[in-house]
């Protein structure tokens, strides 16, 4: 994603323009410097992509294993040649399973067969215990799942090896039908990828939702961070009015933004490098951008709709060619948003970010209601329905 502070000076008189136009309308009264009244409107078409799809990445690349043979018992299995790490808690739900053991068993009674998977030094061991009929055949599905310690050690894409083992008792004792090694690639954590083959653009988009980590402790401190803005000193949860009409909404997006340019002295930096192959970005965690105080602008957008999150509001992302931003429903029915420039922290003021991300939005939505290529609106709460759920490992 690119840079909006790049283009500030260059779209800065059609901001102001469209700022001023604004005030002309109802429009004027969603940002004053005190409560606001209300948000903009967003009606988006079914076909808009924000309804995420449960659609599988079959066509994901898959490598091939040898078969073997044992006692008329035949094991072989398919596996994918890259774990995407940002993804991983995704794979057999959103994403094929990552290895896929097919047995056969060619005698004439039924046999008890266990398979176990795990990428050696990265994941857990899976493990399944299944009986496949007199010549029949069973496919198990298997995803081993990354360890903190794997997880935490990936800050660059490693050569890995998976290691299946297929196995069957024979008179109360285990016999090896297949031990196989198989060499994968496991990515970086930072490396999101933009593009998987099997998925269209808005699916795609939709994954990186699994990036917004509301239950990080990081993001419940700048939460309590944030209190110290409001007025009241607290810092609710959900929505109190109908339209925002009180204003805690607003006032606790303020609060947020206060407390990162504050406490927290977040400033946007690009950081596009990546050497994961593909369409990838480098994108880190919303605790890791507060961490290192600064973000690029996919990060300080997933950071905020994180803090929205853990406050119970619902939050959406926007999506432009080379750039994002973020979305917040002024209530639970999620008709109306405010909307936040994020690449402006620590350089303006927080009635600055969201006037100028009202003007990006005015000039995206047709875009985005025709479900133009390059963008997208993706709702986090429907995303969350749809089992996109935060990464684990922080």
């Known amino acids: 994603m690119g840079s909006w502070r790049n283009a500030y000076g260059r779209f800065g008189a059609l901001a102001l323009v469209l700022v001023i136009t604004a005030g002309c309308s109802s429009a004027s009264a969603t940002w004053p410097a005190t409560a606001p009244s209300g948000g903009v409107h967003v009606d988006l078409p079914a076909a808009s992509g924000a309804q995420p799809s449960h659609a599988i990445a079959s066509e994901a690349p898959r490598a091939t294993a040898a078969a073997a043979t044992v006692d008329q018992i035949t094991a072989d299995y398919v596996y994918t040649s890259e774990l995407v790490t940002p993804i991983a808690h995704l794979y057999g739900t959103f994403i094929d399973d990552f290895v896929v053991v097919t047995v056969k068993n060619g005698n004439a009674s039924p046999v008890k067969i266990t398979v176990q998977s795990d990428i050696s030094g990265y994941t857990d061991k899976a493990s399944d215990t299944v009986t496949v009929d007199a010549n029949g055949s069973q496919e198990v599905r298997q995803n081993p799942r990354l360890t903190q310690a794997g997880y935490e050690s990936l800050n660059s894409q490693h050569p890995a090896d998976l290691h299946v083992v297929v196995s069957y008792l024979e008179s109360g004792q285990p016999r090896t039908v297949l031990d196989q090694t198989s060499q994968t690639l496991i990515t970086s954590r930072d490396d999101f990828p933009w593009s998987i083959k099997g998925f269209t653009q808005q699916e795609n988009y939709q994954l990186v939702v699994a990036m917004i980590t509301p239950t990080d402790p990081s993001v419940n401190a700048l939460v309590r961070a944030a209190a110290n803005y409001d007025p009241r000193k607290i810092m609710t949860s959900g929505y109190d009015s109908a339209q925002d009409s009180d204003g805690t909404v607003w006032q606790r997006l303020s609060d947020i933004w206060q407390s990162e340019a504050n406490d927290y002295n977040l400033t946007y930096i690009s950081t596009p490098i990546t050497f994961a192959s593909g369409q990838s970005q480098r994108i880190r965690l919303p605790g890791e951008v507060l961490d290192q105080s600064s973000g690029n602008c996919i990060e300080l957008t997933l950071l905020y709709a994180a803090a929205a999150e853990y406050l119970g509001m619902q939050a959406a992302l926007i999506i432009i060619p080379g750039h994002a931003y973020v979305a917040v429903s002024v209530d639970d ?62």
Do not use: C, N
């Open 333 to 394: 029915t999620g008709e109306s948003y405010y909307f936040i420039e994020t690449t402006m922290i620590g350089a303006a003021t927080f009635d600055d970010a969201s006037t100028t991300a009202l003007a990006e939005w005015k000039e995206a939505q047709p875009h985005v209601a025709a479900g133009d290529a390059d963008y997208a609106w993706i709702d986090v709460p429907t995303a969350r329905k749809a089992g996109i759920v935060p990464i684990p490992w922080r």
